[in-house]
């Protein structure tokens, strides 16, 4: 017969101590580790101390075991005391979770430290970790803890007036060389396998030269599909990667010069007013792009477009005009304009959207807002605080990902200035004037947004597929956080004694150098009411989740240059003459650039965290947060499954909003 391994009592063992270290946090020495256990009648035990070696290091799991003997009749371990030696030949340590099994009855005790240890400082850690600041019993400890975040976490605004970031990027938030590498790996694959001899030519035959350049490295992306149609450029505004533009029409603009001559054609026998009345007009209007300043001598429209939801629920342009002051230059194109002559007012129009689009809806808010967001929850919650444990998973290697992808994209040269019309000037001043009236109240809060541009029901917008598969998601984040804000916090009063996470909205408000410089804030930076606190993480968890899922599904969009274009060369139309295939080839990009697009929006399109709820990184031990999660989770399970029904019934599945497809947080 083999050998059986004694068990832990038969070997004397009273305790059995696992310590975890994750692949993430790299430590070059090591050390020796001591410990003290706590039990529930307030004893303490002796030090146990523990060698952090090489060893330990390298194992793959990066979790061991560590045997605790004559500790007999000590029962439930409480609170625990952990520090390493001084030794200059050491280092400090990162320890993620230590769990600790008490052997006479399998009891389990969970310590989750997600700190580093620092030579003879001694960190005292209660079970689970998890408490409001008003209730640690070691508030010296929390401090001293926040202040030292607050000398790393410092807000620096790289250009005037765009949301701030951090000023050197934290050792904390470094990529693990792991992956790192697995980015450069998928960059460097896609570059490699896509130098192809057909497309290092220079200019393009015709419009059907654009399908032959899809191979296995790039597929073929969604945009290339009946891209021509009016319904599916009316598609593009409700689950393109820009979908928050429309708008219920109630007026049409003073200085849109559409008539009712031209309008009629398209609006089943119905006037423009009849058709306003009965909620059957909406606009996109790109005001915001008026006199936008572009890279070289490259220019950008403001257009506006009307759009009419026809008998069949289909959601059709019938007028753009390209750009805001009306006269004999800047006519109104209609779909009974010559073919090529309309073609080409539809993709200066998507030209424009896509400024808006990667500037904005994609640098500013899903990627560096959310910075602010992470650099505001690092500098004034402590790691124990349930907030900080409820959102920490939606900044995984936010910074990291930002400091290795925002400055290469918007260097003098770098990718912004060479495939965008706008180039780098008119990306940072357009988002300079978007975030000017950005209000986390009404952009940054979807039923607010829905609501404020009249597009909240499906019997007045039908087939808003971002509508209403975000909501979807949106409520599924709603109930998870109401669950761990009310689980926490027992009334009002505990939130407003609550001085980190007023500490924390004060730096949200607060305008750059010292703080985010968010509008739309309840309370203007001051929490009396629970449900503001609820509404304001829900926002911040969906912007960093769901919208930049949404946002960032750009290779199925600009992949195709004819769909939606991030650059064209030449001049917008300032007629409506007649004009040939060649012509629109012309503005196009050259199959360089082309590749180059294609490139730089698949590598962006990448998703490299896990999916919404499944986090890298566990934080929440506690009951209240458990619970929260697992319930969560199985919510969006559900989720899950109606979206899947839904896009049964579709002609085209949405997959952008399915919470397998939603990341934790911004990627690549």
């Known amino acids: 017969m083999g050998n059986t391994e004694a068990s832990p009592a038969a070997r004397g063992w009273n305790y059995i101590l696992h310590i975890s270290t994750p692949v993430y946090k790299t430590t070059k020495y090591g050390g020796r580790i001591y410990l003290i256990l706590y039990n529930d009648k307030g004893e303490a035990s002796r030090p146990f101390k523990y060698d952090y070696n090489r060893k330990f290091r390298s194992n793959p799991s990066r979790k061991r075991r560590f045997p605790i003997s004559n500790l007999q009749n000590f029962n439930s371990v409480v609170r625990i005391e952990l520090w390493r030696e001084n030794n200059e030949a050491d280092d400090d340590i990162y320890i993620d979770v230590i769990e600790i099994e008490n052997c006479s009855n399998g009891e389990r005790y969970l310590f989750p430290l997600q700190r580093w240890l620092k030579a003879y400082r001694h960190l005292f850690l209660r079970r689970n970790d998890c408490c409001l600041p008003q209730d640690d019993p070691n508030p010296i400890q929390r401090k001293r803890e926040l202040g030292e975040k607050r000398i790393i976490y410092t807000f620096h605004e790289k250009c005037s007036g765009i949301p701030p970031r951090v000023e050197k990027l934290p050792a904390d938030e470094s990529f693990a060389d792991e992956h790192t590498w697995e980015i450069l790996r998928k960059k460097y694959d896609i570059l490699s396998q896509s130098q192809t001899p057909d497309i290092t030519s220079t200019e393009w035959n015709n419009l059907h030269e654009l399908h032959d350049v899809y191979n296995k490295t790039f597929p073929l992306p969604e945009g290339i599909f009946n891209w021509r149609q009016d319904s599916v450029f009316g598609m593009q505004r409700l689950s393109g990667c820009n979908p928050t533009m429309i708008k219920l029409c109630t007026e049409i603009p003073y200085n849109f010069g559409v008539t009712e001559e031209m309008a009629r054609p398209m609006l089943e026998n119905l006037t423009l007013e009849e058709a306003i009345k009965q909620q059957r007009l909406f606009i996109c209007n790109l005001r915001i792009l008026d006199k936008l300043p572009c890279a070289g001598d490259r220019k950008i429209c403001a257009p506006m477009c009307l759009f009419f939801i026809t008998a069949k629920e289909?959601?059709?342009?019938?007028?753009?005009?390209?750009?805001?002051?009306?006269?004999?230059?800047?006519?109104?194109?209609?779909?009974?304009?010559?073919?090529?002559?309309?073609?080409?007012?539809?993709?200066?129009?998507?030209?424009?959207?896509?400024?808006?689009?990667?500037?904005?809806?994609?640098?500013?808010?899903?990627?560096?807002?959310?910075?602010?967001?992470?650099?505001?929850?690092?500098?004034?919650?402590?790691?124990?605080?349930?907030?900080?444990?409820?959102?920490?998973?939606?900044?995984?290697?936010?910074?990291?990902?930002?400091?290795?992808?925002?400055?290469?994209?918007?260097?003098?040269?770098?990718?912004?200035?060479?495939?965008?019309?706008?180039?780098?000037?008119?990306?940072?001043?357009?988002?300079?004037?978007?975030?000017?009236?950005?209000?986390?109240?009404?952009?940054?809060?979807?039923?607010?947004?829905?609501?404020?541009?009249?597009?909240?029901?499906?019997?007045?917008?039908?087939?808003?597929?971002?509508?209403?598969?975000?909501?979807?998601?949106?409520?599924?984040?709603?109930?998870?956080?109401?669950?761990?804000?009310?689980?926490?916090?027992?009334?009002?009063?505990?939130?407003?004694?609550?001085?980190?996470?007023?500490?924390?909205?004060?730096?949200?408000?607060?305008?750059?150098?010292?703080?985010?410089?968010?509008?739309?804030?309840?309370?203007?930076?001051?929490?009396?009411?629970?449900?503001?606190?609820?509404?304001?993480?829900?926002?911040?968890?969906?912007?960093?989740?769901?919208?930049?899922?949404?946002?960032?599904?750009?290779?199925?969009?600009?992949?195709?240059?004819?769909?939606?274009?991030?650059?064209?060369?030449?001049?917008?139309?300032?007629?409506?003459?007649?004009?040939?295939?060649?012509?629109?080839?012309?503005?196009?990009?050259?199959?360089?650039?082309?590749?180059?697009?294609?490139?730089?929006?698949?590598?962006?399109?990448?998703?490299?965290?896990?999916?919404?709820?499944?986090?890298?990184?566990?934080?929440?031990?506690?009951?209240?947060?458990?619970?929260?999660?697992?319930?969560?989770?199985?919510?969006?399970?559900?989720?899950?499954?109606?979206?899947?029904?839904?896009?049964?019934?579709?002609?085209?599945?949405?997959?952008?909003?399915?919470?397998?497809?939603?990341?934790?947080?911004?990627?690549?």
């Open 314 to 668: 289909e959601l059709i342009p019938i007028a753009i005009q390209l750009n805001q002051e009306m006269g004999p230059d800047n006519p109104v194109f209609l779909p009974t304009d010559p073919e090529y002559t309309w073609m080409l007012a539809k993709m200066y129009y998507n030209n424009a959207d896509a400024a808006i689009h990667q500037a904005f809806m994609n640098l500013a808010v899903t990627r560096m807002l959310v910075e602010s967001f992470a650099i505001c929850c690092h500098r004034n919650l402590s790691p124990s605080h349930p907030v900080f444990r409820l959102l920490a998973p939606h900044f995984f290697y936010t910074m990291a990902t930002n400091n290795l992808s925002l400055d290469k994209l918007l260097c003098l040269n770098g990718w912004i200035d060479r495939y965008t019309t706008i180039g780098r000037v008119g990306t940072l001043e357009l988002i300079r004037r978007m975030w000017s009236e950005w209000r986390l109240d009404v952009q940054g809060t979807l039923p607010n947004d829905l609501l404020a541009r009249g597009v909240t029901s499906p019997t007045v917008l039908p087939n808003y597929r971002y509508r209403d598969d975000a909501m979807l998601v949106y409520n599924a984040i709603y109930n998870y956080v109401t669950k761990v804000v009310e689980g926490h916090y027992d009334s009002k009063r505990d939130l407003i004694n609550d001085q980190e996470i007023q500490a924390w909205a004060t730096d949200l408000v607060s305008e750059s150098p010292g703080g985010c410089g968010i509008k739309g804030f309840p309370g203007n930076g001051q929490f009396s009411r629970l449900d503001d606190l609820v509404q304001t993480l829900t926002s911040i968890i969906y912007t960093s989740s769901v919208n930049h899922s949404v946002v960032n599904s750009q290779y199925d969009f600009y992949g195709f240059p004819a769909c939606y274009p991030s650059i064209l060369r030449g001049n917008p139309p300032t007629n409506k003459d007649s004009i040939k295939e060649e012509e629109i080839l012309q503005q196009l990009p050259d199959r360089v650039t082309t590749l180059n697009i294609m490139v730089g929006t698949g590598i962006l399109s990448e998703k490299s965290t896990k999916a919404l709820g499944n986090f890298e990184i566990r934080y929440q031990y506690d009951a209240v947060g458990q619970n929260a999660t697992e319930e969560f989770t199985k919510e969006l399970v559900k989720v899950g499954k109606l979206i899947d029904a839904r896009n049964k019934q579709r002609m085209q599945p949405y997959l952008c909003l399915h919470p397998s497809c939603i990341p934790n947080a911004p990627n690549m």
